[in-house]
């Protein structure tokens, strides 16, 4: 969507608001900053939008009060043909995510059968207990300092990442903590990985902060095309890069680190996305270990080793950018409720989230080593890559089909996958991301039938 017809959209849809009523006449409308966040669009999108609006009277401005809803008795009268334009719009919205699939390789569930829910459920009566009563007061911004210390300890004993407590923020998602590190980050500009992992994309374009993206390859990131540019932040995701599978090497690894120790103000962003779950081979250090200059921001996430839902996310910053953080003036409060904060560090404290992960690696496990001993006999027609470690991997469909055959038979068979095209990657042939986390066990074979049956002749 161009950037002119995001502001024409959003002026539409402002306008109808107003005049639907959802406004009162002379209340005050959201400040650009605001709805800019809110929607996750550029303050120019939102200027030129509030400028339509003005030109055509339907909100005013004061002098440094912000801009209000006009009388609304005084407004246009909206057509009929336009409140038609608008239910359409809407109805195709909803027809869109009414859409039934049988089958589906998600890369973002879990297999939820598994789940130790006796156990955490415990945990959970134990955080309200009366001796909790403290946990009903605000905390620190930077999250509850017995699960910090529960993360220094794991990262510590499960990818060498060296941290104290004190370094470690806690937040809701892999975005928020981007979002408040390039807030940190002053001035920066990034070089992030093409295809990359959406979430980094998105508070780039959205806060209007420059960066370039630089080809992945099966073994990382191309170092050399870093060589061609002055900017000064890695956001990369080494361990099982997303959305390819592809790890990155020792070599690189070295190298990357190597490159961000040159310049005082070079820093890597090391999203350890799917780390946990290493499958075959020793696992590869955490780029944070081999790093002995304080250079590596280290992001992960419980999403995959818990549950999406908990939202609960933690970085660990260098001591220089923790000096850093705590001199930013409008820091956003820590939105993790600290119950919550609470439960998943009494689980890990117990040792049960080791338990957990141990089994769950073995699910998995036998859950990938099921799909492949299925798909060998079509090796010719199948490229598989992406297998060491995660919940997913990449198929490419070597036999001739065109992605709109391949999703076109996908369709008709009720099943549900996700191109890599839409990533914006750069390949030719048809290739999939699939996901197998999410799928039961007595469900596998019916849903590994429906893949091949969709994707081979």
């Not at 300890?153 to 806690?170: A, T």
């Not at 280290?298 to 850093?324: E, G, H, M, N």
Request: charged share 20%; aromatic share 10%.
């Amino acid at each position: 969507m161009s950037k002119q017809t995001l502001y024409i959209n959003l002026y539409e849809s402002l306008k109808q608001q107003i005049i639907e009523g959802q406004y009162a006449s002379h209340d005050k409308f959201p400040s650009k900053r605001v709805l800019g966040e809110h929607l996750s669009v550029s303050n120019t999108t939102i200027e030129h939008a509030y400028q339509l609006l003005l030109d055509e009277g339907f909100i005013y401005s004061k002098p440094r009060s912000g801009y209000f809803v006009s009388d609304i008795e005084s407004l246009p009268v909206i057509y009929k043909n336009q409140s038609q334009h608008f239910s359409e719009i809407n109805n195709t919205s909803v027809k869109k995510s009414d859409i039934k699939y049988k089958y589906a390789f998600n890369m973002s569930e879990i297999d939820s059968e598994y789940f130790p829910m006796q156990q955490f459920r415990k945990y959970a009566r134990d955080v309200f207990e009366d001796n909790e009563i403290d946990l009903l007061q605000h905390r620190s911004s930077e999250g509850l300092w017995e699960l910090r210390q529960q993360i220094a300890h794991y990262l510590f004993n499960s990818r060498g990442v060296s941290s104290h407590p004190d370094q470690i923020i806690i937040g809701s998602s892999t975005e928020q903590l981007i979002n408040l590190v390039t807030d940190i980050l002053k001035n920066a500009s990034f070089i992030i990985e093409h295809p990359s992992y959406p979430p980094i994309k998105q508070v780039l374009d959205k806060k209007q902060i420059n960066y370039i993206q630089v080809p992945v390859t099966q073994t990382g990131i191309d170092i050399d095309a870093f060589k061609h540019n002055n900017n000064n932040i890695a956001y990369v995701t080494p361990s099982h890069q997303f959305p390819t599978g592809y790890v990155m090497n020792l070599k690189k690894r070295t190298q990357l680190i190597h490159w961000a120790q040159l310049n005082d103000d070079r820093y890597i962003i090391e999203d350890d996305y799917d780390s946990e779950f290493r499958y075959s081979g020793k696992p590869l250090p955490a780029l944070q270990s081999l790093d002995t200059k304080d250079k590596v921001i280290y992001i992960s996430t419980f999403s995959k080793s818990l549950y999406p839902s908990c939202r609960v996310a933690y970085a660990v910053l260098p001591q220089k950018l923790l000096d850093q953080y705590h001199q930013l003036e409008h820091k956003e409060g820590n939105t993790v409720p600290v119950h919550m904060q609470k439960l998943v560090s009494n689980f890990m404290q117990s040792g049960s989230f080791e338990r957990h992960l141990n089994k769950m690696r073995t699910v998995y496990n036998n859950k990938l080593s099921y799909i492949l001993e299925r798909l060998e006999p079509y090796h010719n027609q199948l490229q598989i890559e992406g297998t060491l470690t995660g919940m997913h991997f990449t198929l490419t469909v070597t036999n001739g089909l065109t992605l709109e055959e391949c999703l076109a038979q996908a369709k008709d068979n009720l099943l549900k996958i996700v191109p890599l095209a839409q990533y914006n990657s750069d390949e030719t042939a048809p290739k999939f991301i699939i996901g197998f986390g999410g799928i039961p066990q007595n469900e596998l074979k019916a849903h590994t039938d429906i893949l091949i049956q969709s994707l081979t002749k």
